[in-house]
Structure formats: C-alpha cells, structure tokens
C-alpha cells in the first residue's frame, strides 16, 4: 500500500468549516472530506493501512491512488464524473452538472471468479481492493453510523420476546470492533447486560474511552460476577473481557451460566484477516498470519466451528440466538460441511425486514462544518418533523444522551418512504427541511446524507440482508445493480457498487448513495428525486417477493408497480 501519505498525516480528517477549502463546489469538497473523514484516525480503525472497519474494508487502493483521488478532486468540475474503480482513480468524463460527480465501483469479480482466493491474488497484485461496505464508498462515520441499527434490532428483540426491554436480560457476543463496538451501548440503551469476547486488547480500551463500553475484565469470572450483580439490580452494565470468543462461550456451557441472548459480530467473514483463532493471542496470531497463512485458516475455521457449535447449545439450552451479520454459519457450513449451521436466524429475518419493506433503514447524514451545533440543529429538525413517532423521540433523545461524535459530528435514523398529503416521502421531507436549514443559514454549512449499503434496497446477500426471502430470490443481485443505475439516474452525487461487504467476496453485492445538501435548488431536485427513488427500491423489491407490509405501503403511499394486483 506504500507508506502513509504525507497529506494525510497532515489532514488527520476532514478539513472543516464553512468555506470550501480545497475543491471548487460543495459537492466535490463533500467527497474530498467524506474521504479523510473515513480516514481519521478517531473513525478508522487502521488507518495507516487504509483500512476503515469490517476486517480489511478499505477508502482507497494505496497510498499513491489516495493522493491521486485528492488530486482528481480537487480539479473536478461542476459538469464532471470521476470514476473509481477499487480504490483507484481510472478516469474523468464531462457528463453534466446533475449528474453524479463520483462514480465508485469496488471488489467486483464475475460469478464464476467470485471468491476469497482469486480476490487475495488480485489484491496482493495491487489490482483490486475490498471496500466493505460504507469503507470503500467514503461514508464510514465511526461507531455512531451503526449504533441505531444495532439498537433497532434488540429493541425489535426485546418487543417480540420480553415486553420491549432487555433489563435483567444478559446478552453475550464477541467482537468490539468498528461496528461491533456499537453492540454493548445498543445493549444498554435498551437497559439490559452485555459481556463481549474481544482478542484485542486497545479495541476494548479504544470502546471504553469513546463510552461505547463501560468495563474491561481481566477475566471472564470477574465479567460474570459485575454482570450478575447488574442483572440483580435490573441496571444497564457492559464489559469487554480480553478472550476468544469461542473459548468464552465454551466457558460459560461448562459452568452452567446460561445467557438469555447470545450473537456475534466478529469479522468471521474473513477467515484470513478478519478472524482470531483460538490458543493464541492476538500478537501471536498476527504473526502467524504472515507466516503460515494456510495454517492460518486452517485454525480459523476450526474455532469458527467451535463457536457456531457453542451458540447453538446455548441456543439448546434456552437462549436466543441470531447471526448479526458476519457470515459466520456460512463459513462453517461451507468449509466444514456443518449441516445445521443455519439452525439459528440472521437478524434481518428475524428482526429487520418488516421495516425494508416500508422502505426503512439507516439514513444518516454528517455536518461538513465539523460543527456539532449544525447536528443538534438537525435534531430539532427531525423533533419537529415527526412528534407522532415515538421511538424516533426517543432515539434522538438517546443519541444526544449517549453517542460521542466520531470525526464530522454526524446522526442516523431510520426513515423510511412513507409519504405526506403531498406525496413527499419521510426521507425527502427531511433531506429538503435540512436544505432549507443550510439555505437560510441556520446550518452553518452543507450537510451530506448518505446511507448504509444495508438498506431496503440496495442489497442482495443471501446470508444477510436476503435470507430465506418469501419467494426464494435470496441471491438474484439485479436488486442492487437497478438501486444504484436508479441512483444515478435520479442524480445522487456519489453512487457505488460493491461486491462482498459485510459477509465476504462473492456472498452479496450492494449499493450506496450520497447527495449534498448545499441549500441549493438542484440540491432539494436531487434529494427529492433521491429519497423517492431509494426507499421506493426496498418497497418494489419487497412487494415482488410477495410480502403483505410492502403491498401494503406500496398503495398506501402510491408507489407504482406494473403487473402487481392487490
Ligand atoms: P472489525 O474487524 O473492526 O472488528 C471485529 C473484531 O472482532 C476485531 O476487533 C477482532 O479483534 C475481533 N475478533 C475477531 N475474531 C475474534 C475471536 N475469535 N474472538 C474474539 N474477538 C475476535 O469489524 P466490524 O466492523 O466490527 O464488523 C464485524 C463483523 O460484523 C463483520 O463481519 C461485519 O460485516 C459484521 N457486521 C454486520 C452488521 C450488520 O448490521 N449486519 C453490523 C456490524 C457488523
């Protein structure tokens, strides 16, 4: 990857204020800081190798396609379209002025070619890069970007099996990484108990410093006597215990401490560089890595199968047990040939999907100001938006409470598409009011929203996002390739598509979008068009697999679809 660039040292993040510092219109400068605001060392998890979160899931190729990027943005015009295919600059085309001015595409193989293998020989020749997710599209915004989803998800879990909350209830999971570091304050908000496994010991450090985690263990006994004492109290509690995650869940079947909740979120989609073999710390496992990599994966999927075996005793045993996320059933079943691998849901079957099929998911948006009073400024926007939504109220009154900010001050909340007297969409009606906030000057600069590739409509994953969908099409991916040409069509000012984030290469293909609110006419044409467009995707895709709720809020708000009779 080269050694770190010397203009990222200097940055350390995006570059803030209200004045365009280095590009000539807002929306080339909110790529330009979307892109070291990926890269801060506060939001990125190793920056110095470029990688953002989601085991490897990297902003740019290399050090030099970093600098390039800059370069190219920098001189983009108003009328321009740049393209970036893996992290690298390949070209610069006139286009016109409402057209996207980035176009990414990352870590893309044809089908037969899809794989791990062939990607880690493309990667090692420079040729390719993983972009994860939100990692490769520039809009990666720390910890916070993921907390609500994670808290939607155990509230929808504490409404379907205890009353709508988890105090008193023990939740044990592994990982607290980038996104995996939003699992214990996601527990806590909903009052319940969390202990997290984590191989590394400055990844529990870092979640306790930003508030995400409120304890660090030195060992497991000492994690479950401060838990049960919480339990007893009915009160929020979190710590992280250095272990391996497979050994701690082995643990507590040995001793009987039956958890009522147990997931996972380490990078389990990646066997090589994502996950921690058992019998050796995480030092001892790095060097292993480099070498004996086969060994490597060898010892990975062989903890991996301990694990999901672990999970699905407990599971015998009375807990509630969901994927989040990771991958981690397919892996074993796939290279271990463990038939009942999916004998527990992933959490969008579970927990999710009635809210893809009204469009809603992780609309989030960051204060290119770097001023935090812009976001607070937004809050009150949203308060006054949506009173009647009561667990929107009291997210905001949440994040506000407990979430720091991590780089650009930023927020995420699931809207949906919903849409008014007027036939505006929930989304478009917020993307136009913080519009009109930056026209008037109430927010200080423009505002970027963007969004997760986990959203309504811009994913196929089999393993994820499309498990066990009603009609079968779990893996037919013309979703998300529709979502982002849709995307672009509707005028977004980045759109990409990526292969393999989240559960690993050849697993899912996804999309993302971006539009700058500059306060501008154009800017209020793009978001309407664009927050129409986006969560209608998720309502057409849904209502096509056949789901009642989709149908349903494809005639309440008027969305049309050919040949569809209700
Ligand atoms: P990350 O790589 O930043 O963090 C994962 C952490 O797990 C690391 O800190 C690592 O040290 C730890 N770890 C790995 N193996 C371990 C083991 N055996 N025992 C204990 N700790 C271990 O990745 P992330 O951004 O936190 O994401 C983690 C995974 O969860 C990814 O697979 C991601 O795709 C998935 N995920 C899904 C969702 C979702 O909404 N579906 C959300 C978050 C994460």
Not at 14 to 41: H, I, K, V, Y
Not at 223 to 240: D, I
Not at 346 to 354: E, K, M
Not at 506 to 520: F, I, Q, R, Y
Request: aromatic share 8%.
């Amino acid at each position: 990857f080269g050694k770190p660039s010397e203009q990222w040292q200097e940055y350390q993040g995006a570059p803030t204020g209200t004045d365009l510092t280095e590009c000539q219109s807002w929306r080339q400068e909110a790529a330009f800081r979307m892109l070291n605001n990926n890269l801060d060392p506060e939001v990125a998890e190793r920056p110095e190798d470029l990688v953002v979160y989601g085991g490897t899931g990297r902003a740019a190729r290399s050090w030099d396609a970093y600098d390039a990027i800059l370069d190219e943005l920098r001189n983009l015009d108003d009328d321009e379209t740049l393209l970036v295919q893996s992290g690298k600059p390949v070209g610069k085309f006139t286009t016109h002025e409402r057209a996207p001015r980035v176009l990414i595409a990352n870590s893309n193989l044809v089908g037969h070619w899809d794989d791990w293998e062939h990607f880690h020989e493309l990667e090692a020749e420079g040729k390719i890069m993983y972009g994860q997710m939100t990692a490769g599209s520039w809009a990666y915004i720390g910890t916070q970007g993921i907390i609500q989803g994670t808290y939607e998800t155990l509230a929808e879990l504490a409404r379907q099996h205890y009353d709508s909350d988890l105090a008193g209830k023990l939740v044990v999971t592994g990982g607290l990484g980038g996104m995996s570091g939003a699992q214990p304050l996601a527990v806590t908000m909903n009052h319940g108990v969390c202990i997290a496994a984590e191989v590394q010991p400055d990844r529990i450090e870092r979640r306790v410093e930003t508030d995400y985690l409120m304890d660090y263990a030195d060992s497991l006994d000492e994690a479950l006597a401060n838990a049960k004492e919480a339990l007893e109290a009915g009160e929020p509690y979190s710590v992280g215990v250095e272990m391996n995650v497979a050994d701690m869940l082995e643990a507590l079947l040995e001793r009987d401490e039956i958890p009522d909740i147990v997931t996972d979120q380490t990078s389990a989609h990646d066997e090589l560089e994502g996950y921690y073999p058992s019998g050796y710390t995480a030092a001892e496992a790095d060097e292993l890595r480099e070498d004996d990599p086969e060994k490597y994966v060898e010892e990975s999927l062989d903890t991996m199968e301990r694990h999901v075996q672990a999970i699905l005793d407990l599971q015998d045993e009375g807990a509630i047990a969901f994927e989040y996320g990771n991958n981690i059933r397919g892996q074993v079943k796939n290279h271990r040939g463990m038939e009942n691998a999916f004998d527990f849901p992933g959490f969008v079957p579970a927990y999710i999907r009635p809210m893809f099929c009204r469009g809603r998911g992780p609309f989030r948006w960051a204060a290119l100001s770097g001023d935090p009073e812009d976001i607070y400024r937004t809050d009150e926007a949203i308060r006054d938006l949506f009173p009647e939504n009561e667990s929107l109220m009291r997210w905001i009154d949440l994040a506000q409470e407990q979430v720091s900010f991590q780089g650009l001050p930023s927020r995420v909340c699931w809207l949906g598409y919903e849409t008014d007297d007027e036939g505006i969409t929930e989304r478009a009606r917020f993307a136009l009011k913080i519009n009109e906030l930056v026209a008037s000057g109430e927010v200080s600069a423009p505002v970027v929203v963007t969004r997760d590739h986990l959203d309504a409509g811009s994913v196929a994953s089999p393993n994820r996002e499309t498990e066990a969908m009603r009609d079968g099409t779990d893996a037919v991916a013309d979703w998300p390739i529709l979502n982002a040409l849709l995307n672009t069509a509707s005028g977004a000012d980045i759109v990409s598509v990526h292969d393999g984030g989240g559960v690993g290469i050849g697993n899912s293909l996804h999309t993302n979008n971006h539009v700058v609110l500059d306060g501008s006419d154009l800017a209020a044409k793009k978001a309407r068009a664009v927050f129409t467009t986006d969560p209608g995707m998720g309502v057409i895709r849904h209502a096509d697999a056949g789901y009642e709720d989709a149908l349903d809020e494809a005639e309440q708000s008027n969305v049309h679809i050919p040949m569809q009779h209700h």
